[in-house]
């Protein structure tokens, strides 16, 4: 029941937070729009699928390999085979470390020293397991 619970809890703060960044994205896109840039349509912001957060959050909290392609399964939909591409995710997931710490270097470049951390900290929970095996 706890465990249920928890995951429950924490399937719901993760489609919050996905709407934040979709609202986020069409602030942007309005933004861009007064001042005479391309605006952000509805199809845009509606582009950002917020599918895979579940699976990358279960990956970086610890949860084990095939736990995580369930998840990612059921974020991408099946492939021809009838289960999620174990290299799709791990691509998914390489690329993400690689974003993490570009921002992180970035955020450090400009002084931010508190956000930098948080990024470096974010690439390190997700640097383990299978997808990152030499």
């Known amino acids: 029941y706890e465990v249920v619970t928890r995951t429950a809890r924490a399937v719901a703060e993760l489609a919050q937070r996905c709407r ?3 609202n986020t994205t069409g602030l942007v896109g309005d933004g861009a729009a007064a001042i005479g ?14 599918g895979l957060m579940e699976a990358v959050h279960a990956w970086a909290s610890g949860s084990d390999f095939g736990e995580v392609m369930r998840l990612f399964g059921l974020a ?11 290299g799709s995710f791990v691509r998914c ?3 993400l470390d690689d974003l993490l710490r570009q921002l992180g270097e970035a955020l450090e470049a400009v002084g ?3 956000l930098s951390s948080t990024m470096f900290e974010a690439s ?11």
Do not use: H, L, W
């Open 37 to 50: 840039g391309a605006a952000a349509s509805t199809a845009y912001v509606q582009s950002f699928g917020c």
């Open 93 to 95: 997931i390489r690329r």
């Open 20 to 22: 934040v960044a979709e």
């Open 76 to 86: 991408t939909g099946p492939s021809s085979k009838g289960v999620a591409q174990e």
């Open 124 to 134: 390190a929970k997700v640097q383990r397991g299978i997808a990152f095996a030499p």
């Open 112 to 114: 931010n020293s508190d």
